[in-house]
């Protein structure tokens, strides 16, 4: 075979991975030949935010070529400009995805509000792409990325670990052995914000850092003067960046309870937030126009499906919780760092963490007593980086691609869309990405992106 041959196989075979189901096994190598690509071929990845995560998410992917990073920031994007010296160095994505032809592969691991445009520009452009979780601030953004990758037939992967670990698989091995019997009500908690939520726009205006380009920083967000409540982590807080606690951390809590109770999208949403904050001793009424609340019960419940009734899912966050269960052990701990899942089914319950790991039968005793089912769901073996990596070269989907992880995606930030209308109950249609009984939501289920950004 000649090497341009050669090149144009890889090439075509590279933009041919793609997309299906949760819980799909990608191989521990990928046989060489006719129609398949060879592990010891490496793929070119560039990343976009290469600071923070996406400093992560690029050393998980050193086993294959760095050409280029991006980020706005050159102090936050230095350790990993350091990591990888011969890659290609840029501040603005759209120059790089324009210039540079020999990229395979984009991670995108930038502030949420650019997660979006980022990862749709690449997918145009025919290359796979891993995105930090939430995969998207808005409804509509995730069900746009999960019908571009598979359009495009990208592989796909958001970045929520836990969803390659086998705490999920151990959890829901548990569920669908029968173990608590039918589930109808789950609650699930975190005790993020651990940043300042419920504030509001500071009124000074500090100088722009000459190491950051605060207007790419922005990207299609509207514009703002610079401060650095902003970054390089509170953003998280602002509903133009963020998705706050909700969005922080429910792409991981979730993840067992979407998988393991086959959730897609609930049938309505309602919320209660914390509308008061008391500095100084002096009570005052937030009005949640620019942050999330500092705390929040989110209520959704989702309808009967593949032989399992309606169910009704709470989600806590702000430091609230559930209620404890009787079954639990006056010394047992709730929660796992803080956050933790509590399933209730017809003949038990069960407790897991974060990822869906450590999983108990409550009380205790029934769990000692129960055998533990045989392992049905094959695990992965590699790192949630190499397994995406895997399907770039033709494998199996990535475990947690946008079939999965789009629709799940759509109903934590459902959660976030109630939040702005806290004791309204909306009533979602799904497929059409609708609120039926109160149209002004509606114009929160789509991006309004500033002029110079669009998908």
Not at 95 to 104: A, F, H, P, T
Not at 198 to 208: K, L, S
Request: with cysteine; proline share 7%; charged share 25%.
């Amino acid at each position: 075979m000649s090497e341009k041959t050669s090149k144009l196989s890889r090439r075509t075979l590279l933009k041919g991975a793609a997309a299906a189901t949760a819980f799909t096994i990608i191989p521990r190598h990928v046989l060489g030949g006719n129609g398949h690509v060879a592990a010891s071929d490496k793929i070119n990845i560039a990343t976009i935010g290469a600071g923070g995560m996406g400093h992560s998410n690029t050393k998980n992917c050193s086993s294959q070529n760095i050409v280029a990073l991006c980020d706005v920031d050159d102090v936050r994007g230095q350790k990993t400009f350091e990591m990888f010296p011969d890659a290609k160095r840029y501040k603005d994505f759209r120059v790089m995805l324009e210039k540079q032809k020999d990229i395979d592969a984009v991670i995108v691991a930038t502030p949420d509000h650019t997660h979006t445009v980022a990862a749709m520009m690449a997918i145009k452009l025919g290359k796979h792409v891993y995105v930090q979780k939430p995969l998207t601030r808005l409804v509509s953004e995730a069900r746009a990325l999960t019908e571009a990758a598979r359009e495009y037939k990208v592989a796909s992967q958001m970045g929520n670990q836990g969803h390659s670990a086998d705490g999920v698989r151990d959890t829901c091995e548990l569920i669908w052995d029968g173990a608590i019997g039918d589930i109808r009500e789950v609650h699930a908690w975190t005790n993020r914000p651990v940043w300042p939520q419920g504030i509001g726009r500071p009124a000074d205006t500090p100088v722009v850092p000459s190491t950051l380009d605060w207007d790419l920083w922005q990207g299609p967000a509207p514009v703002r003067p610079y401060h650095p409540v902003y970054l390089p982590f509170g953003w998280r807080a602002w509903w133009d960046y963020g998705a706050g606690a909700l969005g922080d951390m429910a792409c991981h809590i979730l993840d067992p309870v979407f998988t393991c109770l086959k959730l897609k999208y609930p049938e309505s949403v309602e919320a209660s937030v914390s509308m008061f904050v008391s500095p100084e001793k002096m009570w005052v009424k937030v009005d949640n126009k620019e942050t999330f609340p500092r705390a929040s019960i989110v209520r959704y419940k989702f309808p009967a499906r593949e032989g399992m009734p309606a169910v009704k899912l709470n989600w806590y966050d702000g430091g609230l919780m559930p209620e404890r269960p009787e079954e639990l052990g006056p010394d047992e701990k709730m929660s796992d760092g803080g956050s933790g899942v509590l399933f209730i089914g017809d003949k038990g319950k069960l407790l897991c963490g974060t990822y869906g790991g450590n999983p108990r039968l409550l009380p205790k005793s029934y769990h000692d007593a129960y055998p533990t089912p045989p392992k049905t769901i094959k695990r992965i073996t590699v790192s949630h980086e190499e397994n995406w990596i895997a399907a770039c070269k033709g494998g199996e989907p990535a475990t947690s691609n946008f079939e999965y992880s789009g629709p799940m995606t759509e109903a934590v930030v459902m959660g976030n869309l109630a939040n702005r209308y806290p004791q309204k109950k909306l009533m979602w249609d799904g497929a059409n990405m609708r609120v039926t009984n109160f149209d002004e939501a509606n114009d929160y289920v789509k991006m309004h992106y500033r002029d110079g950004w669009t998908l």
